[in-house]
């Protein structure tokens, strides 16, 4: 049923398509006859071009991974209060998005900064297609700015790091053993009630497994503080080190098939994908060299461009 429901979908696309095609022919037909006019045939013609654009950027989401949800984890570089105050700002834009996309996010885990901002987050985000459009996002974001917190009005520099897992759902199977994963717990900080701040509710899982491509034993560490039950948060945390290994196992397959060639860009994480310039109105991609001036539309959530700039020029490699 679902190889159907996707071949379905391939079908109804390409006769909508067709039928927004077959409009844009009878316009122009119509145009020659005097019938109707030059701005409709490019109404006609703008929304085939829409359409068309649709659909080639759902086939660059054609990955069996792509249409999970995803987890979208934020972590402040160096920078102190101005680069936690940077990642909070990301971890508003991308809820702005989501909630736009009409998708579910949930904020399993979050440390407030300092002074101001925070200094990591984790956002699990629900929906068709949801790492498909935000594994666009993995990298190093950039922010250029004068700082509020610099006491001489200076022009800083800020990193934050954006990494993307896809979210595993009951379709697909991971192997963990029980016996390699141990568990901490601790109380929650910030917002969440009496219960949250006085009973250890927050988890920290650690599971060890061996790389099968080098044999050496490495670790996975999970944080899950979202639920007011440590039973809640053990099995989310158990969900979200799936959907880490799931990961960890498509890259393998990726590397398995990929040949190397010279010049071929890559995401790879600690890489800048993205500079924010406050002060000059400027967004700028540096793997597609697509950019807005638009700044404030791009902090409340309008990153549709740059995703879908990426995906259409590095879809099949992503």
């Known amino acids: 049923m679902k190889i159907i429901r996707e071949l379905k979908g391939w079908i109804n696309g390409y006769n909508d398509m067709k039928a927004i095609a077959d409009e844009l022919q009878l316009a122009f ?3 020659k006859e005097g019938i109707t006019s030059e701005e409709e045939v490019d109404e006609a ?15 660059m989401l054609r990955r069996e991974e792509d249409k999970l949800g ?3 984890k934020i972590n402040s570089g160096a920078g102190g209060t101005e680069a936690q105050d940077w990642a909070s700002m990301l971890l508003r834009m991308y809820e702005h ?14 440390q407030d900064g300092d002074e101001a901002g925070i200094k990591t987050a ?11 459009y935000l594994k666009s996002e993995n990298g190093v974001h950039r922010l250029v700015r004068v700082s509020p917190y610099n006491a001489q009005g200076k022009r800083m520099t800020s990193f934050s790091s954006i990494f993307v897992v896809p979210l595993v759902d009951d379709t697909i199977e991971i192997d963990v053993n029980p016996g390699d994963i141990t568990w901490d717990t601790f109380r929650s900080s910030g917002a969440g009630g009496q219960n949250v701040n006085k009973v250890e509710t ?13 044999g050496e034993t490495k670790e996975i560490v999970i944080e899950n503080t979202e639920s007011r039950s ?35 860009k890559k995401i790879e994480w600690g890489s800048q994908i993205r500079s924010y310039v406050f002060d000059d109105r400027r967004v700028k991609d540096h793997r597609t060299n697509y ?22 020029e590095f879809g099949d490699e992503a």
Not at 202 to 211: M, Q
Not at 233 to 261: C, G, H, M, P, T
Request: contains cysteine.
């Open 97 to 110: 998005w989501c909630e736009a996309k009409g998708y579910k996010t949930t904020i399993v885990n979050l």
């Open 230 to 264: 440590q039973f809640g948060n053990k099995d989310n945390a158990i969900r979200l080190l799936k959907s880490q290994l799931y990961e960890l196992e498509l890259e393998r397959r990726r590397r398995a098939v990929s040949q190397i060639e010279a010049g071929k």
């Open 29 to 31: 037909d119509f145009l």
């Open 122 to 132: 984790t956002l699990q985000v629900e929906g068709e297609f949801a790492y498909g």
């Open 70 to 72: 995803a987890v979208l």
């Open 291 to 312: 950019q807005t001036s638009n700044v404030q539309a791009v902090m409340d959530g309008d990153i549709d461009d740059f995703i879908r700039t990426y995906l259409m």
């Open 45 to 59: 013609y703008a929304k085939a071009i829409e359409a068309l654009e649709a659909l080639e950027l759902r086939n």
């Open 202 to 214: 927050g988890v920290r899982l650690h599971y060890n497994y061996k790389d099968p491509d080098t």
